[in-house]
């Protein structure tokens, strides 16, 4: 088995920083795994209700944001939590993205197999 990457090394292999945003979506996905929604329980469902599941996560996030540039987040309270609702919404989606590339990669072996 392959040694887990680390945070250096990831920055150096995709040459971006491994940010607090990163890893706080990658913990969340590890929370939802922890919980049974893992990959296999995603593959019971759609691509369309995980993109669904997000939607209320993005609706709090523009519910909480300044609408004007230039204004400022009302409250210290706002600011964190309009941020956890954007990691909880990044992370279901990349639960989407994927569940769609097990579905085209599935799709490809079936095609490659007949």
Not at 18 to 42: C, I, N, P, S
Not at 75 to 87: C, F, I, K, Y
Request: proline content about 5%.
């Amino acid at each position: 088995m392959a040694e887990p990457l680390t945070f250096a090394a990831i920055e150096t292999i995709f040459g971006v920083p491994f940010t607090t945003g990163l890893r706080d979506v990658l913990y969340e996905r590890a929370h939802h795994a922890r919980k049974g929604y893992d990959a296999a329980h995603d593959d019971d469902h759609g691509i369309r209700p995980l993109v669904d599941f997000a939607t209320p996560y993005l609706s709090e996030f523009y519910n909480r944001c300044p609408v004007y540039p230039g204004r400022h987040w009302q409250e210290q309270e706002n600011t964190q939590m309009a941020r956890r609702a954007l990691v909880k919404a990044a992370s279901v989606l990349l639960a989407a993205v994927d569940k769609l590339d097990r579905q085209i990669e599935a799709e490809r072996v079936e095609r490659e197999g007949k």
